[in-house]
């Protein structure tokens, strides 16, 4: 009886030691230290800074600005095309807007990459999109692009529902064309919102001036 006792208890305590010794997490090493240090310094360097740091101007981190330029890169590469289907779907979804297009009134979808004054609207809408993408790690160089962007769309008498309505369908696009994943979308959700933000702040003055 005392023998099965003690064998039991020693098959306690030998249990709990076998608990303690994995869950125990064994100190780092000074060679492991110095691989993580330089890991973070190396990510530091090739961000620029840290990658997940909130730019107070744009409200995008280094990572996310990375995300908005590598997704957007097949779209810019045939900006002509994905700029025209861009509109097409704009048109689809808010016929009325067509109505600031004269120059493809009456024209067949198929047609409008054909007159050259849609064409070019198409082109300058893409290059400034690009602009807009390409210096994201420059927030304040396109705030003042948006402002310049607000002030001529405002004097077209274009409305701040107008924009809005282009952003559902540039989200709809990039979910069923890009396949983005929901963090690179998030993405390009704070970034438009930054954009319309000093779109906005010029767009509704040029709307109140006149």
């Known amino acids: 009886m005392i023998l099965t006792h003690i064998l039991s208890t020693l098959m306690v305590v030998t249990a709990l030691a076998m608990f303690v010794k994995s869950n125990k997490t064994e100190p780092k090493t000074e060679a492991e ?51 025209a289907e861009l509109l097409r779907r704009f048109f689809t979804a808010y016929p009325a807007a067509k109505e600031f297009f004269k120059m493809i009134k009456g024209m067949p979808e198929e047609q409008y990459l054909e007159n050259p004054q849609f064409k070019a609207h198409v082109i300058n809408l893409m290059t400034a999109l690009n602009l807009a993408v390409e210096n994201l790690n420059q927030p304040e160089v396109v705030a003042a692009m948006m402002n310049k962007l607000g002030e001529s769309h405002g004097r077209r008498k274009i409305k701040e529902q107008n924009f809005q309505d282009l952003k559902q369908v540039i989200v709809k696009m990039f979910i069923e064309v890009l396949k983005l994943d929901d963090t690179t979308l998030g993405a390009w959700g704070k970034a438009v919102d930054f954009w319309y933000k000093h779109i906005f702040e010029t767009l509704n003055k040029a709307e109140q001036t006149r």
Do not use: C, F, H
């Open 33 to 83: 230290d110095n691989k993580e240090n330089m890991g973070g310094l190396l990510s530091y360097i090739w961000w620029g800074g840290d990658p997940d740091e909130v730019n107070p101007i744009s409200g995008l981190t280094r990572r996310e600005v990375n995300l908005i330029q590598k997704s957007w890169a097949p779209v810019n590469a045939d900006k002509a095309a994905n700029g």
